[in-house]
């Protein structure tokens, strides 16, 4: 059992910058794959970025170039960079693990509103 908790989220300006981090608890962090997901009001739930526990990492079309994931096994903790934020990143994101048949565990969510 692995839970999940976001942090870093808030009310950000257009063209600002977030640091989200999402802390895990229990075993076997490294050999989850972590993923960041976001879901806007009427939306679908999507993903966003997610990095393997050999390092692979993808993102949505949306936010290439602009945010950037990465974990720290050590700490048990994965991070995503959100870099030139705009109106359309507003949504609640989320972090997930999963793997190997475990999974997948979901955190609580944290709010990003990206807005002048």
């Known amino acids: 059992q692995v839970q999940l908790v976001e942090s870093g989220g808030g009310l950000v300006q257009p063209g600002g910058s977030l640091r989200l981090s999402c802390a895990a608890s229990g075993r076997l962090f490294s050999i989850y794959t972590m993923g960041w997901y976001r879901q806007a009001p009427g939306k679908q739930r999507e993903l966003v970025a997610a990095v393997s526990n050999s390092g692979s990492i993808n993102y949505a079309d949306s936010v290439k170039g602009r945010f950037t994931i990465s974990r720290d096994n050590a700490k048990k903790t994965v991070y995503l960079q959100m870099n030139s934020l705009e109106p359309e990143d507003t949504a609640v994101y989320y972090c997930?693990?999963?793997?190997?048949?475990?999974?997948?565990?979901w955190g609580q969510g944290t709010q990003v509103t990206v807005s002048s």
């Open positions: 997930k693990a999963d793997g190997y048949g475990l999974g997948p565990y």
